[in-house]
């Protein structure tokens, strides 16, 4: 059983509101699919829907467009008679949707890069371009949850699944989007994909945290030897103030790189803090959207102090190439750190996280723990001090055996006792 769906939607034609007709019928699944027809007559309407009807029927896969091919009673003549100059009447033409990389690339994009900030769509690029490579010729009305399930299916082999749930989300924002516009009729279904794949957060112990501190720290002898009458080469001291400042404070890179000098209040407090919030300059906001002034540590405060007094920009963390503009990542400096300290890489995040980890294990509550470290939930915390609880039950383990107690003397174990006596 089919029957006719009656919608307002502008026409481009005529650039009124007009009524756009389409075909919806159940599936043997019983899910609601529709085939627009456009903005035609109530009566042509009628004529496309009983030849589906009788097509249904045979169980033939239909679209209401096969109907065009049946032939149309010849229309009444009429008694007015058109000069020779007027044109023949015709019916507005039917727009049809545009393919899924072009409406990506000219609409959503541009929509999307005057919302959101320029870090994310760094992110929106890459994955409007990983899609389109896929999906980009398929038009928007004939996207269907078989194609995105292949589509699933094609980059498991090759991306986390972390990766996947990025890009359907993309997606769909996308087609939202393309639904507000009137170019979608409605949204298709999205397969769920379970994150199977997910790495726990590393956690630095006491000891690697002082070798990888070790090994960014410029004032400290190098390890590398003289070539050739060539110095040796020179450590970034900013790649190592904003790993000290990372491990000290729980900022996240962002935060760190966005900050200035005039964010830093030497006087607050007894050693001083540091203003985490907006930086209009560089279209920075903080994750939470909330701001947070986070106290100095006196190994933080020192190393800034000195840090102020040879820097000539108003940014802690100026780009080596352009002091004007902060520099955005000391990823490659922390990894070179980590093989020169023998320590398996860590990503930036997980200085974040070792923070609070050596936090939780020191006694400090939840509560001040996500004011400092700027959470909105607990949720994240949960890992914290699951890791913090997992290394506290084995301390106490190995501190419980049945010979804890005993002297040396006591725990050996005679040998006559360990032969036996028949």
């Known amino acids: 059983m089919a029957w006719i769906k009656t919608l307002k ?11 756009y007709l389409s075909i919806a019928w159940r599936d043997h699944l019983g899910k609601e699919r529709q085939r627009s027809l456009g903005f035609i007559g109530l009566r042509e309407a009628n004529r496309k829907l009983r030849v589906f009807e009788g097509l249904l029927a045979t169980g033939a896969l239909l679209d209401p467009d096969d109907a065009v091919d049946v032939p149309q009673p010849s229309p ?30 000219t609409t959503y994009l541009p929509r999307a890069a005057r919302q959101y900030e320029d870090s994310t769509m760094v992110g929106f690029r890459e994955r409007a371009k990983t899609i389109s490579k896929s999906l980009g010729k398929v038009r928007l009305d004939r996207l269907t949850y078989a194609m995105l399930d292949d589509y699933v299916v094609m980059r498991s082999e090759t991306v986390r699944t972390r990766t996947i749930q990025l890009e359907l989300a993309f997606l769909k924002l996308a087609l939202k989007h393309a639904v507000f516009r009137e170019e979608l009729s409605q949204m298709p279904r999205f397969p769920r994909v379970k994150l199977t794949d997910a790495k726990p957060h590393r956690f630095l112990s006491t000891e690697e945290t002082q070798a990888l501190l070790a090994a960014l720290d410029p004032n400290r002898p190098q390890p590398h030897e003289v070539t050739r009458g060539k110095p040796p080469v020179q450590r970034d001291p900013y790649a190592w103030l904003a790993v000290l400042m990372a491990l000290n404070t729980g900022m996240r890179r962002g935060e760190i790189l966005s900050r200035k000098w005039d964010d830093i209040d030497w006087k607050d ?24 002034v986070i106290p100095l540590t006196p190994a933080l405060r020192e190393a800034l102090w000195s840090a102020q007094t040879w820097s000539d920009s108003e940014w802690v963390f100026p780009s080596p190439r352009t002091p004007e503009v902060p520099r955005k990542s000391f990823a490659r400096a922390l990894n070179n750190a980590c093989e020169r300290a023998g320590i398996e890489r860590i990503h930036i995040h997980g200085l974040r996280h070792s923070w609070a980890s050596r936090l939780a294990k020191s006694g400090v509550d939840r509560r001040t723990l996500m004011d400092i470290g700027g959470w909105s939930s607990s ?20 501190r419980m055996g049945i010979d804890a107690g005993l002297d040396d003397d006591e725990a050996l174990v005679d040998d006559d006792f360990e032969e036996g006596e028949e």
């Open 76 to 105: 009444r003549s009429s008694t007015r008679r058109r000069p020779p100059d007027d044109p023949p009447p015709s019916s507005p033409p039917t727009r049809l949707s545009r393919q899924l990389g072009e409406y990506l690339q």
């Open 9 to 19: 939607r502008k026409n481009p034609a005529t650039g009124k509101k007009e009524r």
């Open 379 to 398: 949720q994240m915390l949960d890992e914290v001090y699951s890791h913090v609880s997992s290394d506290h039950r084995a301390d106490v383990m190995s």
């Open 269 to 292: 407090g007894p050693l001083g803090s540091v203003f985490v919030g907006d930086q209009p300059d560089i279209g920075f906001k903080p994750k939470t959207r909330k701001s947070r």
